[in-house]
């Protein structure tokens, strides 16, 4: 995950302060930086663990002094030194950011750690410490490299939907119906369903349907009877707790031993975290308390599971089809 300092074309935009504003209440809410717990999961997922241990592990986040102190030496001595130190020890950022951006491959999330590093390299050299110094700004590194992080990453998602023949105005709802998504998580602490984000951006379901399905050529959906396992997988929605899940169904279908040799293959925590949930009858919430994660976090690694499951085991597979 190494970055050159001057591979990367120089960028005109700037992130408003606006902009920073929201970037600094969320990052001071904890919605950037995963814990580490949630980190080796997706790492343990993409069979990353080594190279999360060599390279996130090894160079924890700095405070934001010491960062300060690595950004004066960058701009009035070009220190190399220094700058180095400052990509290695936001590694932990880059990840977090970009883990929201791939589509569970192990190239994809590479990539996207690659572009974020980009960005990464950017904010480093626009910061200017002096600057700030003399005029006084309340945004920290952190929320500066964030706004790059976050933009190098959607540059480059969006250029490779512009590859893949999208439409403009695909990739721009596409967009916007992100951007409603978390909205409505952190006003609501829930994930919106189709149809309250067909309402949020005024277009029928079928069109919202037809945008998601661009980004994922292989569901096949329609507004009057989606599947809700593709509609949840696309989404990342919470799965529904009116109706039984895939795991639920099985557990009531097949005696308790069978749920078990259905999850061995998975990490000792997976396993856990399934038996918590279908056995003891926990919630996110107090699973999340339990293993210091977000609940949302949490629920999305349900969903995770089952994809795994699905793909590891298939007369599991019969059973869910």
């Known amino acids: 995950m190494s970055a050159e ?6 960028c005109t935009v700037q992130p408003t302060n606006q902009e ?13 930086i995963l814990s580490e717990d949630e980190l080796i999961d997706i790492f343990a997922n993409l069979n990353l663990v080594a190279l999360y241990k060599a390279d996130i592990a090894a160079f924890p986040p700095l405070p934001e002094e010491k960062q300060y102190e690595l950004l004066q030496k960058v701009h009035a001595e070009d220190d190399k030194e220094a700058f180095d130190l400052l990509v290695l020890h936001n590694q932990r950022l880059v990840i977090s950011i970009a883990a929201r951006y791939y589509a569970h491959s192990k190239p994809e999330f590479i990539d996207r750690i690659q572009d974020g590093n980009l960005g990464l390299l950017q904010a480093i050299r626009k910061y200017d410490p002096d600057y700030i110094k003399e005029n006084g700004q309340p945004h920290h590194f952190s929320t500066y490299a964030v706004w790059w992080i976050r933009q190098s990453i959607r540059r480059s998602a969006r250029k490779s939907y512009t590859d893949l023949k999208v439409p403009e105005h695909i990739i721009a709802q596409y ?7 978390e909205a409505f998580w952190q006003k609501t602490a829930q994930e919106p369903t189709l149809a309250e984000l067909a309402e949020a951006i005024g277009k029928d379901e079928q069109e919202i349907l037809i945008t998601l399905q661009a980004f994922n050529p292989a569901l096949e959906l329609t507004a009057d009877n989606p599947s809700d396992s593709d509609e949840q997988e696309l989404l990342s929605y919470v799965v529904d707790t009116n109706s039984p899940s895939a795991e639920e169904e099985l557990i009531n279908a097949q005696s308790l031993e069978s749920f078990h040799q259905i999850i061995s293959f998975l990490t000792p925590r997976e396993q856990e975290i399934m038996r918590l949930k279908y056995e003891s009858g926990l919630t996110s919430q107090e699973i999340g308390e339990r293993f210091n994660l977000n609940p949302k976090y949490v629920r999305n690694l349900y969903i995770r599971i089952h994809k795994k499951i699905k793909q590891h085991s298939p007369h599991l597979r019969r059973n869910l089809y």
């Open 175 to 181: 967009y916007e119906l992100m951007r409603v998504k």
């Open 20 to 32: 920073l504003e929201q970037i600094e209440k969320e990052y001071q809410d904890g919605q950037y």
């Open 5 to 10: 300092r001057n591979n990367h074309k120089d």
